[in-house]
């Protein structure tokens, strides 16, 4: 486990998909992160790629071949090392294998790198192209957070305020974990969506174009609150096991299949690709009250 830590916050982070564990808040002794119940929901903020969501038949097809796949991709169950570390910034890496390539036939690293940043932690993805080819991909951030946030609170007490006024469609997923094809709107009082258990009832709420760059968890009851800004993301999913304490927010650049559509990853909608050379790169933001 690495550990940074700053007069504002104490971020610790395992190696296993290089998975954020703990975000607690120094100033008023909250943990923000979610503990990852084995019973509920076993995991604490994943980070996904090479895809986001789901594909049909759980496979990626490239180039004509089809490839063995996993929701979200392989990396939240992939070891990272962990390549530099100080007081206050961590940078963790996943290289290509042979592994790797029998599932996603390019040649890669992924580099996570946390930084915190006053009361802000900084998470950054980069994609370095080690290949001699283009590669294609999707990446993204799947944070759980807890709501309510204090001891004898309600979920209900709480909203998320977003930067812009929307109008929202929804996305809805099948049976299979794929989008569905159809929307659906979700109607907000002003910036504000009401959180309660019904709303993910039938599972994420899926945004493929936002325009707000921000997304802030509130109370009715307080004035303390988390945001997540995520400057470079085009999509997001919300989303809580039905009935649990916690609320993602989950910047992404890419989603899932829509059911019964196979396309080459070249093809699929929102995939994102880094030309040999590059690097590719794109960052989020926790930040906390204090």
């Not at 080819?133 to 990446?139: A, D, E, G, N, R």
């Not at 709303?199 to 174009?209: E, I, Q, R, T």
Request: proline fraction near 4%; hydrophobic fraction near 35%; glycine fraction near 6%.
């Amino acid at each position: 486990m690495t550990t940074i830590e700053n007069k504002y916050l104490k971020v610790s982070i395992r190696p296993q998909g290089a998975e954020l564990t703990s975000v607690y808040n120094k100033t008023d002794n909250t943990e923000h992160l979610w503990q990852a119940d084995e019973a509920i929901w076993p995991w604490h903020a994943p980070n996904l790629f090479p895809l986001v969501g789901g594909t049909m038949n759980n496979e990626l097809h490239v180039d004509g071949v089809a490839y063995p796949a996993t929701r979200h991709g392989f990396t939240r169950t992939s070891t990272f090392q962990l390549v530099e570390a100080s007081d206050k910034h961590a940078k963790f890496s996943l290289p290509y294998s042979e592994k790797t390539l029998a599932i996603y036939p390019y040649k890669f690293e992924l580099q996570i790198i946390y930084t915190l940043i006053d009361n802000a932690l900084r998470v950054c993805y980069k994609v370095v192209n080690q290949d001699e080819h283009t590669i294609y991909f999707s990446v993204g951030g799947h944070p759980a957070f807890n709501v309510p946030f204090y001891a004898g609170e309600k979920y209900e007490d709480y909203y998320l305020e977003f930067e812009q006024e929307e109008e929202l469609l929804t996305h809805t997923i099948s049976p299979d974990g794929n989008l569905s094809g159809d929307t659906e709107a979700v109607n907000l009082d002003g910036k504000k969506l009401r959180l309660t258990k019904e709303l993910f009832a039938n599972d994420a709420l899926v945004f493929k174009n936002i325009k707000s760059r921000e997304i802030a968890i509130r109370s009715d009851k307080h004035d303390k609150f988390l945001t997540v800004q995520y400057p470079h993301f085009k999509h997001m999913g919300i989303w809580a096991k039905y009935g649990a304490d916690f609320l993602c927010i989950e910047p992404w650049l890419g989603y899932s299949d829509t059911e019964g559509i196979i396309t080459d990853i070249k093809q699929k909608e929102a995939i994102q690709h880094v030309d040999h050379g590059h690097v590719f790169e794109a960052e989020f933001f926790i930040i906390t009250s204090y």
